[in-house]
């Protein structure tokens, strides 16, 4: 496996995805080229896959391969780069949702609390905005709603005014410095999990990975084409819930429509009813696998 990253289900995934060797397919995140690499394991010299990575470290894991084609961009624009490359639908996509252990691994890329870096956390590194300019500029009850709506951090309003009192005496430029600045208020016990939830809203904001996701799904219904699977593997209630909705319903609210006669009107049709999660062996090798959990449906 890639040091960049190691894939989480990736047979489970790929299996779903139920590979017709001439067909095409999208694997929607490169990261360390896992997914990539076994979906074109499964496909002969006809089939055709395009990956997406917006984070050019990334884009060094794709493998040499006639049948692919690398977009260096958000997975958001599925549609454009479809229709760009000439395709009318694709056959399945997967997508992993997760942040690779690269971005998490590299301190100055910002991601994690375990080191004193700068406040970044941009997937695309082009990107003037990083979490910096949100811990410094942004009002105290914008800072609130995405603590307590991204981070799911209960007392998120008591931390969003220790973080603007903190910037009072002067600008708020590294991890440290917002570790220091929020101490009075992480617990003792269960430390690193209080923090990665506040870690986790400042990048889901930074990189608009919701509204990314939102985009990237009800896309999807254009893109894929009938009897084709769609595979995600989220890691946080957030997103899964979201991609749940949207399988059961089509739409990100959950809500299912009726026809004029009353008929429930579905896009999809659910292979597992209940996420897939990775089995204990796996987890104990790559411990960022622990809240993986893997969805599939068919597009009717």
């Known amino acids: 496996m890639s040091s960049y990253h190691t894939p989480v289900l990736l047979y489970e995934s790929v299996s779903a995805l139920a590979v017709k060797a001439g067909g095409v397919y999208i694997d929607a995140t490169l990261g360390g080229?896992?997914?990539?690499?076994?979906?074109l394991s499964r496909m002969d010299s006809k089939g055709r896959?395009?990956?997406?990575d917006q984070d050019e470290s990334a884009l060094k894991n794709a493998p040499e391969d006639k049948r692919l084609i690398l977009v260096h961009n958000n997975f958001r624009f599925i549609k454009n780069y479809m229709r760009f490359h000439g395709f009318k639908q694709a056959d399945g996509i997967l997508a992993d949702l997760g942040v690779s252990s690269h971005q998490f691994d590299t301190s100055q890329r910002g991601f994690s609390f375990r080191f004193d870096s700068a406040l970044d956390m941009r997937m695309n590194r082009n990107s003037s905005f990083d979490a910096a300019c949100v811990i410094n500029e942004y009002p105290q009850q914008k800072l609130e709603w995405l603590l307590i709506n991204w981070g799911e951090v209960e007392n998120g309003k008591r931390v969003a005014s220790l973080i603007c009192s903190a910037?009072?005496?002067?600008?708020?430029?590294?991890?440290?410095?917002?570790?220091?600045?929020?101490?009075?208020?992480?617990?003792?016990q269960g430390e690193h999990k209080y923090l990665a939830r506040i870690y986790q809203?400042?990048?889901?904001?930074?990189?608009?990975?919701?509204k990314a996701l939102e985009e990237f799904l009800c896309s999807s219904l254009d893109?894929?084409?009938?009897?084709?699977?769609?595979?995600?593997?989220?890691?946080?209630?957030?997103e899964d819930r979201l991609v749940k909705n949207f399988?059961?319903?089509?739409?990100?609210?959950?809500?299912?429509?009726?026809?004029f006669y009353g008929v429930e009107k579905v896009p999809f049709k659910l292979i597992n009813r209940k996420p897939l999660t990775p089995e204990e062996n796996e987890i104990s090798g790559n411990t960022r696998a622990r809240s993986a959990k893997l969805r599939v449906a068919e597009k009717i």
């Open 247 to 259: 399988f059961r319903s089509g739409n990100i609210y959950g809500k299912i429509e009726k026809d």
């Open 33 to 39: 080229g896992g997914h990539t690499r076994e979906i």
């Open 223 to 238: 893109v894929l084409g009938s009897g084709g699977r769609f595979v995600v593997i989220t890691y946080h209630s957030i």
């Open 167 to 188: 910037r009072e005496k002067g600008r708020i430029n590294t991890t440290g410095e917002l570790n220091a600045a929020i101490s009075s208020v992480i617990p003792r």
């Open 201 to 210: 809203a400042l990048r889901i904001e930074v990189n608009s990975e919701m």
């Open 49 to 52: 896959l395009m990956v997406f």
